[in-house]
């Protein structure tokens, strides 16, 4: 898995790249440097099938970025043949055609690419699944809530395309990166934390928040924080101003403008966000300059990734024990 700039990449070894060798697969990280070695039998022949197993694919499609993800990080990307309109790593996803969004995905130009398998997460499948089952497609739904479902998402995909030994390499290279976090940001005080998931651009309307059960509060908890976003049925609420100047955040992570597209955060229109938070004086997070903007899309990609934000957050929330 090539690495790239990224927030707080220089604070691990992440982005990690899994490659085979004759001893079995080598865990690399940034710079090449040799993590572990995990022996194992070779896999299955590509395209053959084995009893009682569906053939190895060899045309993949992506219908979101946290799927590309980690296909990328199994070491099975070279197979996919188009992905979301929202993909954008790794950099080679420039290179395939889009087949749309949740809501337009592009059947036709989908069939036309005579995929031999779909993968899409739990959120998208009651918008595109049925008719895809239709088609007579095959199709994989993988889970994308929470951080065990980020590992469960890594497994299933890594078993549906062949790359099982890939796929345990890297959920237990990310299991061991979070729990090196939480050991770390743990025992010391616990900020109270809010995460901003969306609002209006430009403006401090229609604020959603990330509430508890969220992979992001999540990961909040293993960088040494307290989310405090109230109870919601779903993973994400919507909160008026109001009802953030009565939660007082100590911390305010802003992640609004990583789910904006990518046109929006690295183009004419992007916002300064310091000015935007500087309407709510009465909020402490405000006072104290302990506003975060995000602008890395990989924040709100539920994948492999999860490790290096919640390393990212930790740099945040105490910087003490994570220096730049």
Known sequence: MASRPRAGSGLGVWPLRIERSAKGLILRGTGGLLLGLALVATGPVPGRA?????PRP???ISLSPNVTEILHGIGAFSRVVAVSDYCTFPPQVEGLPRVGGWLNANLEKVTALRPDLIIMTDDQAPLVKDR?????????????????????AIREIGRAVGNDEEAKVLESGVRAELAAIRGKAGGRARPRVLCVVDRLPGTLRDLYVAT????????????????IAPPGAANYVKLTTEALVS????????????????????????????????????????RERRVYAFRDRTVVHPSQFVSDTARHMATLLHPEAFPK
Do not use: C, K, M
């Open 247 to 286: 939660l007082d955040p100590e911390v305010i992570l802003d992640v609004s403008q990583a789910v904006t597209t990518p046109a929006i955060v690295a183009g004419p229109l992007r916002e300064d966000a310091a000015a935007v938070w500087a309407d709510l004086p009465r909020v402490r997070a405000v």
């Open 50 to 54: 084995t009893e009682g197993v569906a």
């Open 132 to 152: 895809l089952d239709l088609l007579g497609l095959r199709t994989l739904v993988v889970p994308s809530q929470t951080i065990e479902d980020v590992f469960r």
């Open 58 to 60: 060899r045309a993949i």
């Open 212 to 227: 508890q059960g969220s992979y992001l509060t999540e990961l909040i908890d293993i960088a040494g924080g307290d989310a």
